[in-house]
Each structure stands twice: as structure tokens, then as C-alpha cells.
């Protein structure tokens, strides 16, 4: 099952990634970490996302970049929590934004369960510099490969998951 959840900042995506996540099968459970600390708001919120999942049965593999060169063993259930930070990083730090999807179809293929964490960042109506612009356009097209990867994708709104394709997993 590849499963994609997009919504704002602090909606309860991660929560309810790990609640689909507590529902799989426990074995290879991997939780992919794609945010850089730069400094002591990162701090905490690693520190936040660390304590929740804590006794969840999770090996966390910190990757910045490159996801498509992950080493993990086939066959398990892996959450990837964000797909803006690994594009940032791709983009922004010395990496390739080209390899992201590519990496993301490996990544599919290679779990038995994939959750993908994304943010919906598109509608505030700021005018933004040619950067951070193109950075959008690039998310946009990265967040409909996921989708169109995705068995099951849904916003959260609330702590609430509203589907927009495919049935939920059972929680």
C-alpha cells in the first residue's frame, strides 16, 4: 500500500501517518527523516516527531538527499516524512531535484508499505522571488508523481483525513 498525506503545517499529518503506519505489518519498519537542523526551531520539532513515535517499532534513517540511493531491506513499511524538505534539499543544497520522483518510484517499489508526508503550500497567495517559485512548481510536480504513485491519498484538515483517492487503510 502507498499511501500519500499532504495538508498545512501542524494539521496532525504526521500523527496520522503513524496511526496508519501502528495498523501495518511491524517488520522493516523504517521512518525516513529528510529535514536538515539548521537551528533551534528544527531542533525541537525533531525532538517533537522523535518523542511521538517513540516505541513505535521505528529504525529512523536520517537522508537528506538522494532517496533513491537508500539502503533499506526490501519487503518492509517505511514512512517518509517530508517530501519539501527533500526537495529543498535537492534543490538548495548542493543535490539534484531530478532525482526526487525517480527516487520516490524506487522507494515504492521497494517497501511493502510506503507513507509519504508532503505540505499543501500553494495557497496562501504570496508573491514569492523566482526561487522559491520555482521551488513550488517543482513541489507541485513531485506531489502529483506521489499522488499518481499513491493507492490511497488524502489532505488532513483538522486531524481529520479527507480522501481524495483510493480507500483508506484500516486504522
Known amino acids: 500500500m502507498i499511501v500519500l498525506l499532504t495538508?498545512?503545517?501542524?494539521?496532525?499529518?504526521?500523527?496520522?501517518a503513524e496511526k496508519l503506519?501502528?495498523?501495518?505489518p511491524k517488520r522493516n519498519?523504517?521512518?525516513?527523516?529528510?529535514?536538515?537542523?539548521?537551528?533551534?526551531?528544527?531542533?525541537?520539532?525533531?525532538?517533537?516527531?522523535?518523542?511521538?513515535?517513540?516505541?513505535?517499532?521505528?529504525?529512523?534513517?536520517?537522508?537528506?538527499?538522494?532517496?533513491g540511493g537508500l539502503a533499506i531491506a526490501p519487503g518492509g513499511t517505511a514512512l517518509l516524512e517530508d517530501l519539501p524538505n527533500l526537495l529543498a534539499n535537492e534543490m538548495f543544497d548542493?543535490?539534484?531535484w531530478t532525482r526526487v520522483l525517480p527516487g520516490l518510484k524506487r522507494l515504492a517499489a521497494l517497501c511493502d508499505n510506503l507513507v509519504m508526508v508532503t505540505n499543501d503550500v500553494f495557497a496562501d497567495g504570496v508573491s514569492y522571488p523566482p526561487s522559491t517559485d520555482e521551488y513550488l512548481r517543482r513541489l507541485a510536480q513531485i506531489n502529483a508523481?506521489?499522488?499518481?504513485?499513491?493507492?490511497?491519498?488524502?489532505?488532513?484538515?483538522?486531524?481529520?483525513?479527507?480522501?481524495?483517492?483510493?480507500?483508506?487503510p484500516c486504522v
Not at 495538508?7 to 496520522?16: E, I, L, N, P, V
Open 94 to 96: 548542493g543535490g539534484d
Open 21 to 24: 503506519i501502528a495498523a501495518m
Open 7 to 16: 495538508g498545512g503545517s501542524g494539521c496532525g499529518k504526521s500523527t496520522y
Open 145 to 168: 508523481g506521489a499522488a499518481a504513485l499513491a493507492d490511497y491519498a488524502a489532505e488532513v484538515v483538522y486531524s481529520i483525513p479527507v480522501p481524495f483517492k483510493g480507500e483508506a
Open 29 to 67: 519498519r523504517v521512518y525516513i527523516a529528510t529535514m536538515q537542523v539548521y537551528d533551534e526551531e528544527s531542533v525541537k520539532r525533531v525532538a517533537r516527531h522523535r518523542a511521538q513515535r517513540a516505541d513505535k517499532g521505528f529504525e529512523t534513517i536520517e537522508r537528506q538527499k538522494d532517496i
